[in-house]
């Protein structure tokens, strides 16, 4: 019995449909296995793993400093020449596919800063001042300055031209080149063989069974994720060697939640391991991968420091924006200190959201474009929300309770 049944907690309905009945026999076929398995450590598996990229992990380097992505070159040249780096061909199609994105975000962000070096210091001349000693020396610095305003935008429209012109020919992609022809790893799909693989891909997806579940809504289905899961096995049953799949994935499709990312979904862990004769897995992102093999610890905190902020967009993202009246946060007809207090807080984490926001426009992490337009769902959001503590501010002061909350700590009240 489950832990769900003994506390009397409702168990998942999961439609059946063949044989649906019997998942978990097939999910897990060597029941005795399931004791006896020893997953190794992180460490004692990188001295002999096999180690397999993901396309984020590919794209992500678009947004290194130069020594970042030199301590990526160093660690993968370790890896190629070992043997050990693996690309699933899957994996390189979707970094050829989003390439030219990560490339466009690049030449928005130079927009914007050709934009700010051609603007003008002094719109217009102010007739009171012609004959002010530093008004008019003022002005000639702010000639000096827009002139040198066309020089950066002049240098910076070459830069854009180049990364237009020059396809693949950017140090990320250059590298690659270099570097990653002989390590992909295709799975072979023959036509015949497409029915079947599409089906199994939409049973896993139907009982929730990693990976891949929760991209039902994507272009493919979802059947991305299968592939590169299929070339790991495929590449761990030839191998016979432990895994370190390094990916910036993190939905529950693929891992165990708790606090964000917490271990492999155990089904993973055990198709991995009849796969390749009883070996472990390990899933890691770029900074831990850069971690274990000794990068520099500057270079690791610069990474995780992106991929810190990479999951805020994400997160941020995944609120919807409040555009209309309809979609506007309903209060009740009388709020209490517990609400007042939970619109107060809220109107602080979009303040710190938007200030995110700035800051990650600012470091080029994001586009201006697409920074306006997160700031400006914040914005809509906040002033329904103000709207509703105002609502609760005066309902509060018409009961004499607010006076009484304000000399009480929002952690208290919470």
Known sequence: MSDASKRGGPEPIVPL??????????????????????????DFASKESIVVLDANVL??????TSASVKEVERVYRELCSSKRLVVPGQAAREFYKNRS??????????DASIVKAKKQIFDKTIPLLESDADYLKARALGAELVKLGQEIALKLEIVNKRLKDEIGGDRVSLLYRTLLGDCVSDFEVKPDDRQAISKEVARRARLKIAPGYKDQQKEDGGIGDYLVWKSILHEGEKRKAHCIFVTEEEKPD???????????????????RRASDGKSIHLVPLSGLLSVFKANEEVVQQVQK?????????????????????????????????????????????DNEIELVRNMERDGIISQMNAVKMINNLKIKKES????????????????????????????LL
């Open 59 to 64: 794209l992500l380097p678009f947004e290194f």
């Open 306 to 350: 992106l991929e810190q902020r990479k999951r805020v967009v994400v997160e941020i993202k995944k609120k919807k924006p409040l555009s209309s009246a309809s979609n506007r946060i309903s209060v009740e007809p009388n709020p209490g200190i517990g609400q007042y207090i939970r619109f107060r807080n809220e109107m602080k984490n979009i």
């Open 17 to 42: 449909k063949d044989d649906d009945a019997f998942w978990l026999s097939d999910l897990y076929p060597d029941a005795k296995a399931l004791f006896g398995h020893e997953q190794v450590s992180l």
């Open 101 to 110: 994105n990560k490339i466009t975000v690049i030449a928005d962000a130079i």
């Open 254 to 272: 693929w891992w165990v939640k708790r606090h964000g990312t917490f271990q492999p979904r155990p089904e993973l862990i055990d198709e991995y």
């Open 385 to 412: 929300i103000t709207e509703n503590l105002n609502n609760s501010e005066i309902f509060l002061k018409k009961i004499g309770s607010l006076r009484e909350s304000q000399s009480t700590s929002d952690n208290d």
